[in-house]
């Protein structure tokens, strides 16, 4: 088996924006100001697993289901149009909830491994090789596991401008990403 890298480029970049790290360091930061600490490895670990299992599991359930690949993506890219309007407006149009007593899974679940992330994954399917979507997702959780771990520094030397920045560019390759998304499966809605 030879692996495209040119393909598992274009789905660790397309991955990075959704799964946003460096948008989600002020709250990791916040969670590890009231606990303590945060498992970094643990959390990278079961957002990764998260991913996996869901890339497979979840072409089960719409195989179950009756629903073509394709109208889940059509679905994915509505979902990923919100987030990313929200990333570069600034507003959130659902409430996130920070309970008190901080696990690994808030942080895996919904932070690194959300609903925009495990519907791309799952998206990709229709576009991708599953081994380049295994290693851009193994890519991705690298990079989440690096920058949990340096997230102090990493927050100190972009700043908060520089977040708000990097988290509104992330904002618009996603809405790039979600209209694609839409223009390569939308015949399915036609009869």
């Given at each position: 088996?030879?692996?495209?890298?040119?393909?598992?480029?274009?789905?660790?970049?397309?991955?990075?924006?959704?799964?946003?790290?460096?948008?989600?360091?002020?709250?990791?930061?916040?969670?590890?100001?009231?606990?303590?600490?945060?498992?970094?490895?643990?959390?990278?670990?079961?957002?990764?697993?998260?991913?996996?299992?869901?890339?497979?599991?979840?072409?089960?359930?719409?195989?179950?289901?009756?629903?073509?690949?394709?109208?889940?993506?059509?679905?994915?890219?509505?979902?990923?149009?919100?987030?990313?309007?929200?990333?570069?407006?600034?507003?959130?149009?659902?409430?996130?909830?920070?309970?008190?007593?901080?696990?690994?899974?808030?942080?895996?679940?919904?932070?690194?491994?959300?609903?925009?992330?495990?519907?791309?994954?799952?998206?990709?399917?229709?576009?991708?090789?599953?081994?380049?979507?295994?290693i851009a997702i193994v890519i991705n959780i690298v990079i989440v596991y690096v920058v949990m771990k340096l997230a102090a520094p990493i927050e100190k030397m972009l700043g908060k401008t520089g977040i708000?920045?990097?988290?509104?560019?992330?904002?618009?390759?996603?809405?790039?990403?979600?209209?694609?998304?839409?223009?390569e499966n939308w015949k399915i809605l036609l009869p």
């Amino acid at each position: 088996m030879e692996l495209n890298w040119k393909e598992i480029g274009a789905v660790a970049i397309a991955l990075f924006p959704i799964i946003d790290i460096l948008g989600n360091l002020p709250i990791i930061l916040s969670l590890r100001q009231k606990i303590g600490s945060v498992n970094s490895e643990k959390s990278a670990i079961v957002a990764g697993l998260l991913m996996i299992a869901f890339l497979f599991v979840g072409q089960a359930i719409l195989n179950f289901m009756e629903i073509p690949i394709q109208a889940f993506a059509v679905g994915g890219a509505f979902i990923l149009f919100i987030l990313a309007v929200e990333m570069i407006l600034g507003v959130s149009f659902h409430k996130t909830e920070i309970p008190d007593s901080v696990s690994i899974i808030p942080i895996a679940f919904p932070l690194l491994a959300g609903p925009g992330v495990l519907t791309t994954v799952l998206s990709m399917r229709s576009q991708y090789l599953i081994e380049s979507i295994i290693i851009a997702i193994v890519i991705n959780i690298v990079i989440v596991y690096v920058v949990m771990k340096l997230a102090a520094p990493i927050e100190k030397m972009l700043g908060k401008t520089g977040i708000i920045i990097v988290h509104k560019i992330s904002g618009v390759i996603l809405l790039a990403l979600a209209i694609k998304l839409f223009a390569e499966n939308w015949k399915i809605l036609l009869p």
